[in-house]
């Protein structure tokens, strides 16, 4: 795959919203394999929300929306399920079930679930998410982890946020498990799955099985937070930059990096590892924490 701009993003949004409202068709399916991009280009007039179908045929309810001539870009396993939907009238426009076929929906003029009149072109804008961020420059840098932090703090200070520091501590948490998702080319969060899904059975992967598991094995002396895990396809100077916008922007792991919600942390680890004969496939990873009091 080639960049799309400076770099093409395909994050690991693993976590989903869970307030339910009742299902009506498909479900998702139980997936393996590597996640697929899931954009929804909203070619309409009205804002609408992508939706996530669990494997119990409950709909969740995206906080997300989309505007008018923008893109929810995401990505998702194949075989999952997501209900896109008109914000304020709840009308289903169109079911996606995520597959390498279906990586770009355009709903609206050229979406047969849109009908209706057709609605006139709008202009492409930024995807965002929740309040909308304002927009920082993505910071190109030999050192990933510099790229990583220069583009957190940029994001960060045009919202009047406070920088955050790097720490090693969690940076070393974070590069264990991008080694791990990089050796077996499987994103995750707990390395027991992810060996499992390539027929791997690594004891020793049980004593790093959760993100506070690694913080704790590399010695990081604070209270810890929550991860985030992507693959990214890029050249290496943007690697960390590209994956804090596409985090950031996204609908589910934006809160940490905004200091959304409650998740507001004060360090930051940022691990990256290269996937062996790729010329551009990298996995990886943010984990949040704050020092003792």
Known sequence: MKKLGPVMKLLGLLLVVTNSISAQNACSKEAGGNQVKLNVVNNTDKPFTVNFVNHQCS???????????TTFNGSAYPGHVFRVREVGTNKLLKEIVASPSTQMTVIGSNSPASGGAKPAPVAAKPTVIGPRPTMAELVRDPN?????????NGFRGARKLPAMQLDNSLNQACQWLTDVMAKHDQIGHDPVVIGRSKRVNDPSYAKMSTPEMRMKAFNYPGQPGVEAAGMEYGEGDVVGGSSVLGWAMSSTHYRPFLSMDGQVYKQVGFGFTKVPNTKDKYYTCAVFGNPKP
Do not use: I, Y
């Open 144 to 152: 990933p982890r510099q790229s990583f932090l220069k583009t957190l």
């Open 59 to 69: 709909e969740g309810r995206s906080t997300q929306q989309v505007a008018p001539g």
